[in-house]
T-cell receptor, first 112, second 111 residues
Framework: DAGVTQSPTHLIKTRGQQVTLRCSPKSGHDTVSWYQQALGQGPQFIFQYYEEEERQRGNFPDRFSGHQYPNYSSELNVNALLLGDSALYLC???????????FGPGTRLLVL | SQQGEEDPQALSIQEGENATMNCSYKTSINNLQWYRQNSGRGLVHLILIRSNEREKHSGRLRVTLDTSKKSSSLLITASRAADTASYFCATEPNTGNQFYFGTGTSLTVIP
């Protein structure tokens, strides 16, 4: 049973560019959440997707957008990248009603 | 900020000793979870405690929850070098479908 997978593992972009990160949830999970973790900090909630809809959103600008597909996989898109967007981006999946979130290994994004 | 806070920020102990870290949070919660993270990698779920529970055990882990004080503690008994990692608490408030993570405790277990 595969756990949560994310791609790519590492990414380097320049300011102003756009990036798409991908996540496949744990088998049987229908809810995907995305987090941003800056170096030395705890993860910050970006948003959560359930039934292909954004169900909850954290305090992130509209440059951060997402999508969930019918197979529950998800994408995180970030437009007009800033240096401050450099971070580890974590995807977590869960069953909507159970609460426990299982995290992927993350995508490390560096913006130059 | 609704983010929780772990205390201490860093902890260094000898192998075999017990490690205790604390988490304080601000809002009413459905549950609180503890996670471990090794060197900037993905988070590993350790234990979940619901708001109506006061204590929970899992192997060498013991978690307590005091909702009146809005605080939780994680005790790792008989620590091992492999327990070296950052530990985070995450709260699920009863008002929404998101988790709020604390700032983390960096634990170093010296062999």
């Amino acid at each position: 049973d595969a756990g949560v997978t994310q791609s790519p593992t590492h990414l380097i972009k320049t300011r102003g560019q756009q990036v798409t990160l991908r996540c496949s949830p744990k088998s049987g999970h229908d809810t995907v959440s995305w987090y941003q973790q800056a170096l030395g900090q705890g993860p910050q909630f970006i948003f959560q997707y359930y039934e292909e809809e954004e169900r909850q959103r954290g305090n992130f600008p509209d440059r951060f957008s997402g999508h969930q597909y019918p197979n529950y996989s998800s994408e995180l898109n970030v437009n007009a990248l800033l240096l401050g967007d450099s971070a580890l981006y974590l995807c977590a999946s869960s069953l909507a009603s159970l609460g426990t979130q299982y995290f992927g290994p993350g995508t490390r994004l560096l913006v130059l | 900020s609704q983010q929780g806070e772990e205390d201490p920020q860093a902890l260094s102990i000898q192998e075999g000793e017990n490690a205790t870290m604390n988490c304080s949070y601000k809002t009413s919660i459905n549950n609180l979870q503890w996670y471990r993270q090794n060197s900037g990698r993905g988070l590993v779920h350790l234990i979940l405690i619901r708001s109506n529970e006061r204590e929970k055990h899992s192997g060498r882990l013991r978690v307590t929850l005091d909702t009146s004080k809005k605080s939780s503690s994680l005790l790792i008994t008989a620590s091992r070098a492999a327990d070296t990692a950052s530990y985070f608490c995450a709260t699920e408030p009863n008002t929404g479908n998101q988790f709020y993570f604390g700032t983390g405790t960096s634990l170093t277990v010296i062999p």
